[in-house]
């Protein structure tokens, strides 16, 4: 299986600061189509887990611009800029590449 | 609107089998996608368990190939999942989810394994 190594387990940020994320997968995530299938999703309080970019750089239709996936084989990052209250929660990595599927450990993005 | 809705028992008692539904609305299941099966257990972990494509083959985490079923009733728009021989490692909740071009995902329903 594909190990997904997420970076770093918690994060604790003020309103307005600019954070990131680190994803290292134990394989390539480059597909047989030249795609790299990695995407990063947000669980919030209460709430399933939502994808918020596919294809490492790809946002999903309503995210807000202060996200940005990027990145490329084995090395992922998800940067928020400007965190605002409805961030918090907890994000995962995805790899879609291989079978079986599988997830970072995850980042619990708390309040300062 | 593409919705997905869990639905099943939430206690289960160790060596039992768990069966939980998935009810689809908005898109049928055999039209296209891939619809899984997701499970997040206490604390953080997510693990995906498996897969029914819209033809009706199945892909399982080889972590539990041999406990697992996935199935469907097309007429009822409906998916499954079948986990044999349940321990206490299995209390989790349990997600259904389409993966692709945009995802859906249920509500999730919490399953406790205990006597």
């Known amino acids: 299986d594909v190990v997904m190594t997420q970076t770093p387990p918690s994060l604790s940020v003020a309103i307005g600061q600019s954070v990131s994320i680190s994803c290292k997968s134990s394989q390539s995530l480059v597909a047989s189509d030249k795609n790299t299938y990695l995407n990063w999703l947000l669980q919030s309080p209460g709430r399933s887990p939502k994808r918020l970019i596919y294809q490492v750089s790809k946002l999903d239709s309503g995210v807000p611009d202060r996200f940005s996936g990027s990145g490329s084989e084995k090395d992922f990052t998800l940067k928020i800029s400007r965190v605002e209250a409805e961030d918090l929660g907890v994000y995962y990595c995805l790899q879609g590449t291989h079978l079986p599927r599988t997830f970072g450990g995850g980042t619990k993005l708390e309040l300062k | 609107e593409v919705q997905l809705q869990e639905s099943g028992p939430g206690l289960v008692k160790p060596s039992q089998s768990l069966s939980l539904t998935c009810s689809v609305t908005?898109?049928?299941?055999?039209?296209?996608?891939?619809w899984n099966w997701i499970r997040k257990f206490p604390g953080n972990k997510l693990e995906w368990m498996g897969y029914i494509n819209s033809a009706g083959s199945t892909n399982y985490n080889p972590s539990l190939k041999s406990r697992i079923s996935i199935t469907r009733d097309t007429s009822k728009n409906q998916f499954f999942l079948q986990v044999n021989s349940v321990t206490t490692e299995d209390t989790a909740t349990y997600y259904c989810?389409?993966?692709?071009?945009?995802?859906?995902w249920g509500q999730g329903v919490m399953v406790t394994v205990s006597s």
């Open positions: 908005g898109y049928s299941i055999t039209s296209s996608y891939r």
């Open positions: 989810a389409r993966w692709g071009t945009r995802d859906y």
